[in-house]
């Protein structure tokens, strides 16, 4: 995938609703476990308050998300 393609703006989309969703979407358990708790403790942290900002870094990084690298 290429950053701004279909497939990453709908992952953009989902990760801004459900941090992580997006790159569940895009098949990253591990990244996709992290946004959820940044946006979890952002919200704990802030009391709701800086929540938002998870929810804005996990939907950027999933639509910018340039595809798996190779070390070849």
């Known amino acids: 995938m290429q950053p701004g393609s279909t497939g990453n703006i709908i992952a953009g989309l989902a990760s801004f609703f459900a941090p992580g969703l997006g790159q569940l979407v895009q098949g990253r358990p591990l990244a996709a476990l992290f946004f959820f708790l940044l946006a979890v403790l ?3 942290i802030t009391f709701g308050l800086g929540g938002w900002i998870g929810h804005i870094i996990a939907a950027l990084e999933a639509a910018l ?3 798996p690298r190779h070390l070849v």
């Open 42 to 44: 952002l919200w704990l």
């Open 65 to 67: 998300w340039r595809g």
